[in-house]
C-alpha cells in the first residue's frame, strides 16, 4: 500500500544504517522483506484481534484513524531512532521497527477498506466501486512519486518528520470526522 516510502527506506537501509551485526553483513535489501513477513504473521493477529473485540471493535473510520496513526509513528520513529543513535547509523532493530509499525497501521487500512468498500457499494456496483477503492492507493502513490524527491540522506529528519507529523494530522482530522462518516455509513461497520 505504501509502495513510495519503503524506497526512501531503502535508501536509509543503505545509506545510513549500521548493516553489520556481530560480523554479518546485512544486506539492505532484505528490510524490503520485513513488511511482507510482518503482513503474514501479523494479519491473523489483527484478525483474532477484531474477532474477539466483536462488537466492541472500533468502526471503520476509527480503525483508519489508527492505521494512520500507526504509519505517522512509523516515520517519526525514523526521527527518534536518529536521535538517539545520534552522529551514528541507525541500528538495524530500529529500521525494522519501522517497517513492522507502517504493517499494523497498514492492516488497520487495507483490508478494513476493502470490506467497507464491498459493504457499501449497491451490489450491482461492487466491482467498480473496488476499482474506485484501488484508485486512492493509485493516486497516493503519485503523490509520494512527487514528495520523495525531496529526500535526501542530509535532510532525512525533516522529510521523515514532517511526513509523520502530516499524517498524523491527517489522523487526528479523520478522527475528528469519524462521527460524521460513520453516520453516513447506514449501519455498516
Known amino acids: 500500500m505504501f509502495e ?20 554479518f553483513v546485512i544486506p539492505a535489501s532484505w528490510f524490503q522483506s520485513i513488511n511482507s513477513l510482518a503482513i503474514i504473521l501479523l494479519a491473523p493477529v489483527m484478525a483474532w484481534l477484531w474477532t474477539k473485540l466483536g462488537e466492541r471493535q472500533p468502526s471503520t473510520p476509527q480503525k483508519f484513524v489508527g492505521g494512520l496513526f500507526f504509519v505517522g509513528v512509523s516515520f517519526l520513529w525514523v526521527v527518534l531512532s536518529k536521535f538517539v543513535a545520534g552522529d551514528e547509523k541507525h541500528l538495524p532493530v530500529m529500521l525494522a521497527l519501522v517497517f513492522v509499525i507502517m504493517t499494523v497501521g497498514e492492516l488497520m487500512l487495507s483490508p478494513v477498506g476493502l470490506s467497507v468498500s464491498t459493504k457499501l457499494a449497491p451490489k450491482v456496483f461492487a466491482s467498480q466501486t473496488m476499482g474506485l477503492y484501488f484508485l486512492a492507493p493509485a493516486m497516493g502513490q503519485g503523490l509520494g512519486a512527487q514528495v520523495v524527491k525531496l529526500y535526501s540522506v542530509d535532510n532525512q529528519q525533516v522529510y521523515f518528520g514532517i511526513v509523520g507529523v502530516a499524517t498524523i494530522g491527517c489522523a487526528v482530522l479523520l478522527l475528528l470526522a469519524s462521527k460524521t462518516i460513520k453516520r453516513y455509513m447506514h449501519g455498516v461497520n
Not at 513510495?4 to 560480523?23: C, H, K, R
Open 4 to 23: 513510495q516510502q519503503p524506497n526512501t527506506l531503502a535508501n536509509l537501509a543503505e545509506a545510513d544504517t549500521d548493516l553489520n551485526v556481530l560480523g
